[in-house]
């Protein structure tokens, strides 16, 4: 079992930064395909980043060149740094983690993870 707990969130004004946080605990001395997403009301979940336990990286298309995901292996943080912010990326930002690694290896970072936070809401204002 992984617990996950995302902090960070806030809102912001167009063209600001913000970086999430998300903390694992429990079983995190496995490796893990771990991810951040995000879900807009109306909206289905979207796969923004991936990051493997190699330090391997999967952007969507949507954040490219603006969010990069990153991790501190020893202290079993996700961090999702976003910058350049747009009124468009206001939703509520959920991390997640899975034992198959071929999640992290997929082009598309489908949001079938096994293990997820509650989510940290981020706010763009225009």
């Known amino acids: 079992q992984v617990q996950l707990a995302e902090s960070g969130g806030g809102s912001v004004q167009s063209g600001g930064s913000l970086r999430l946080s998300c903390a694992a605990s429990?079983?995190?001395?496995?490796?893990?395909?771990m991810g951040w997403f995000r879900q807009a009301p109306g909206k289905e979940r979207e796969g923004l980043a991936s990051?493997?336990?190699?330090?391997?990286?999967t952007y969507a298309d949507s954040v490219k060149g603006r969010f990069t995901i990153s991790q501190d292996n020893a202290k079993h943080i996700l961090y999702l740094e976003m910058t350049n912010l747009k009124p468009e990326d206001t939703a509520m930002y959920y991390c997640a983690a899975d034992l198959k690694l071929f999640r992290c290896s997929t082009a598309t970072i489908r949001p079938d993870f096994g293990y997820w936070g509650q989510g940290t809401q981020v706010t763009v204002s225009s």
């Open positions: 990051i493997d336990s190699d330090g391997s990286q």
């Open positions: 429990g079983d995190t001395y496995v490796n893990l395909c």
